[in-house]
């Protein structure tokens, strides 16, 4: 029904900068919440940042004031801009939505991306 996309991971040096985007597509009728999480080895996932429709957002306290969250509602996109990244940044970073789908409006749904990997080299 709904398919979450991710895009724009690799191989960054610390201090570097990557910007992931997430693009939602299908029987979308409303999206109330995209976020990132990530998921280091032998770790667990790990919310690192989230935005609702009206454009809060919130932050996992490791990645404030070096990560910006931000989302396109008409394109159904949410990216995140990631800076200054330490080695700890490295992750398999997931796209999350929680939306309503079409037929099933007053529902919602959670989705997850495929995951991109985001790998810092000290």
């Known amino acids: 029904q709904v398919q979450l996309v991710e895009s724009g991971g690799g191989l960054v040096q610390a201090g570097g900068s990557l910007r992931l985007s997430c693009a939602a597509s299908?029987?979308?009728?409303?999206?109330?919440?995209m976020g990132w999480y990530r998921q280091a080895p032998g770790k667990q996932r790990e919310l690192v940042a989230h935005i609702i429709s009206g454009g809060s957002t919130n932050y996992a306290d490791s990645v404030k004031g070096r990560f910006t969250i931000s989302r396109d509602n008409a394109k159904n996109t949410v990216y995140l801009q990631m800076s200054s990244l330490k080695p700890e940044d490295t992750a398999v970073y997931y796209c999350h939505a929680i939306v309503e789908v079409e037929g099933r409006v007053g529902y919602t749904y959670q989705y997850w991306g495929q995951g991109t990997q985001v790998t810092v080299s000290s």
């Open positions: 299908g029987s979308i009728f409303s999206i109330n919440d």
